[in-house]
C-alpha cells in the first residue's frame, strides 16, 4: 500500500492488484492445505508434469479465492465510503493482477450473495475436491487468514477511498 499516494488515479492503484493476488494465494494455500482425502494429491499442485485435470482443478481453486478476495474487497470499499460505482471501476483495474487477467464476476457475484464468503468459498473447495464433508473444516482453517486479509483490505479501502477524494 505504499505504493499508492493519497492522490492516485484508478490506474495509480494498480499495485493493490498484487495484494488482491497474494490474499487469494494464501486462502487457496490454506483450502489446499487443509484438504484431508486419500484421493486428493498435493504435490500434484506443485507438479508441473501432473495430469492436466489436477491443474484445472488448482487453477478453479486459484479462481474462486480470487473472487471471493475481490468480493471482500468490495465490500471494504463500499463500508469505507466509495460509492458503488467506483468501488466497481476500482476492482476492474485491479482485477488484472487476478489469475486468469481479469476480475471474476460471475463467481463474485455468488460469493457477494453468501451469507458468509469464507464459508461459500470452503463450500466450493469441498466441491471441487469431491469431498462435501470437509467444508466445515475447510471453513475453520480459513478463519485467522481471512481476518488477517480483511484487515488488509480494510486499510487498502481507505486509501483508495481517500484518493478518490472522499
Known amino acids: 500500500m505504499a505504493q499508492v499516494s493519497e492522490s492516485a488515479s484508478l490506474e495509480d ?3 493493490l492488484g498484487a495484494m488482491l493476488r497474494d ?7 490454506v483450502l489446499l492445505l487443509s484438504a484431508d ?3 486428493f494429491d498435493l504435490m500434484a499442485c506443485l507438479d508441473a508434469e501432473s495430469p492436466a485435470a489436477d491443474r484445472d482443478d488448482v487453477a478453479r481453486l486459484a479462481r474462486e479465492a480470487s473472487a471471493a478476495v ?5 465490500l471494504e470499499l463500499l463500508q469505507a465510503g ?8 476500482a476492482l ?3 482485477g488484472d493482477a487476478l489469475p486468469g487477467g481479469g476480475l471474476p464476476v460471475t ?8 451469507v458468509d464468503v469464507g464459508v461459500e468459498l470452503a463450500n466450493a473447495a469441498a466441491t471441487l475436491f469431491e469431498s462435501p464433508a470437509d467444508s466445515e473444516a475447510m471453513a475453520a482453517a480459513m ?19 481517500s484518493s478518490a477524494g472522499l
Open 70 to 74: 475481490a468480493s471482500f474487497f468490495y
Open 13 to 15: 492503484l494498480r499495485p
Open 107 to 114: 463467481q463474485m457475484t455468488r460469493y457477494l450473495g453468501a
Open 82 to 89: 466509495l460509492p458503488q460505482n467506483f468501488a466497481i471501476d
Open 143 to 161: 478463519t485467522a487468514t481471512i481476518e488477517e486479509l480483511r484487515v488488509r483490505l480494510r486499510q487498502a479501502a481507505r486509501v483508495v477511498t
Open 23 to 29: 490474499g487469494a494465494a494464501r486462502l487457496a494455500l
Open 92 to 94: 476492474q483495474v485491479l
Open 37 to 39: 482425502q486419500p484421493s
